[in-house]
């Protein structure tokens, strides 16, 4: 059964063309956060949220922008993507036991290719 | 940064041999958890090791916690050469981050 999906799996954009990547889980978690992998590089992490709060790491890119409609989805708007930001990006969710006891639940991961 | 740092970065080692890996973290974490990850593919939840637990066992992996010298370990016995992969530790803050370590590639030797 899938509990984390992403969609598509791969994505090829164009220099500076807006780009979105979306996630969504049957879990009903309500931690999901987004990551960046690059190649031969440990995952990136570059935004959370708990329910619909949001909470974005210092170093992250404002060119990366992410939405959470409801519990199920989320999404990870690329606002104009450079070459540097073709990788893996990976979704993942965590439960409500609190953050010491809940293992992620990660998807597949989308890989973007920039063009 | 929060960021752990694993060592070694590559390790290779004949097939039936024990690797261990080792992660080293800068502040108090809620849990510790440890994941494979085959080239190009997916990350593998191993096993979760939480802040008041010292050691933990699942099938041939051994991870120990040493919280006062923030530092975890991770032992795969008799190694076989489906173990060659990525693995890395990952470490989980009250704030809900999960904060990855650089990794280590392990290779298994025929």
């Known amino acids: 059964d899938a509990m984390v999906i992403q969609n598509p799996r791969y994505q090829v954009t164009q220099f500076g063309k807006p780009v979105t990547l979306s996630c969504s889980q049957t879990l009903n978690h309500n931690v999901m956060y987004w990551y960046q992998q690059k190649s031969s590089q440990a995952p990136k992490l570059l935004f959370h949220y708990y329910d619909k709060d949001f909470n974005n790491e210092a170093d992250t890119p404002d060119n990366f922008q992410s939405r959470r409609p409801n519990t199920s989805f989320c999404f990870l708007d690329i606002r104009s993507p450079g070459l540097g930001d073709a990788a893996m990006y990976l979704c993942?969710?965590?439960?409500?036991?609190?953050?010491?006891?809940?293992?992620?639940?990660f998807g597949p991961g989308t890989r973007l290719l920039v063009l | 940064s929060q960021q752990g740092e694993e060592d070694p970065q590559a390790l290779s080692i004949q097939e039936g041999e024990n690797a261990t890996m080792n992660c080293s973290y800068k502040t108090s974490i809620n849990n510790l958890q440890w994941y494979r990850q085959n080239s190009g593919r997916g990350l593998v939840h191993l096993i979760l090791i939480r802040s008041n637990e010292r050691e933990k066992h699942s099938g041939r992996l051994r991870v120990t916690l040493d919280t006062s010298k923030k530092s975890s370990s991770l032992l795969i016995t008799a190694s076989r050469a489906a173990d060659t992969a990525s693995y890395f530790c990952?470490?989980?803050?009250?704030?809900?981050?999960?904060?990855f370590g650089k990794g280590t590639r392990l290779h298994i030797l025929p």
């Open positions: 990952a470490t989980a803050y009250r704030d809900d981050k999960i904060i």
């Open positions: 993942a969710t965590r439960g409500d036991g609190g953050a010491w006891q809940e293992t992620q639940y």
